[in-house]
């Protein structure tokens, strides 16, 4: 395992589709176990493999930034079967460094995909666990939080952006 580089808005692979995934082998297998160290070392509670510059549909996502072995999902080509309801809530994104802002998300969904064993997974999630999904199988689909945010803020956002990521290279 080893820790991989987080890649920052404006790099091109966050903006893509990513490809599905039609074989899990040892390399989606040593992805997987590198993106939930660099999830749990970043810290945060979701990473989508497109984070790691790898154009694929994988998602990590672990509530307990690894304090629970069993609150671990690791989720390969997940799609949102069923959404409804809505909640706003904050959300940061470790591609989108030093910005947090409120996102309208639905309360429940319905993600199914499949787990490192090749065996479907469907999860019900709510609050929290639904935002935090949608988030992550958004950047799948080469979106990021900020682009569901109104043109007029992401305009406001623009300079905020350039000075928080010139502060994240050392030059601010």
């Known amino acids: 395992m080893s820790?991989?580089?987080?890649?920052?808005?404006?790099?091109?692979?966050l903006s893509q589709k990513a490809e599905p995934?039609?074989?899990i082998n040892q390399e989606?297998?040593?992805?997987?176990?590198?993106?939930?160290e660099t999830m749990h070392q970043a810290p945060g509670i979701g990473l989508a493999a497109p984070q790691v510059n790898v154009s694929r549909r994988l998602?990590?996502?672990d509530l307990s930034v690894g304090e629970k072995k069993d609150e671990l999902i690791v989720m390969i080509n997940p799609e949102i079967l069923?959404?409804?309801?809505?909640?706003?809530?904050?959300?940061?994104?470790?591609?989108?460094?030093?910005?947090?802002?409120?996102?309208?998300?639905?309360?429940?969904i319905v993600v199914r995909g499949y787990n490192l064993d090749e065996q479907e997974i469907i999860i019900e999630a709510r609050d929290?666990?639904?935002?935090?999904?949608?988030?992550?199988?958004?950047?799948?689909?080469?979106?990021l939080f900020i682009d569901r945010l109104s043109p007029l803020k992401r305009r406001l956002l623009k300079n905020?952006?350039?000075k928080e990521m010139a502060k994240s290279e050392g030059k601010g």
């Open 59 to 61: 998602i990590t996502v």
């Open 21 to 23: 995934i039609n074989n």
């Open 3 to 13: 820790k991989r580089e987080i890649i920052k808005i404006g790099h091109p692979t």
């Open 160 to 162: 905020r952006l350039k």
């Open 128 to 143: 929290l666990l639904a935002r935090v999904l949608y988030h992550e199988i958004d950047h799948l689909n080469g979106k």
């Open 28 to 36: 989606i297998v040593d992805l997987a176990k590198d993106m939930v």
């Open 82 to 108: 069923e959404e409804e309801g809505e909640m706003i809530g904050e959300e940061g994104c470790l591609s989108v460094p030093g910005i947090y802002e409120k996102v309208l998300r639905p309360a429940r």
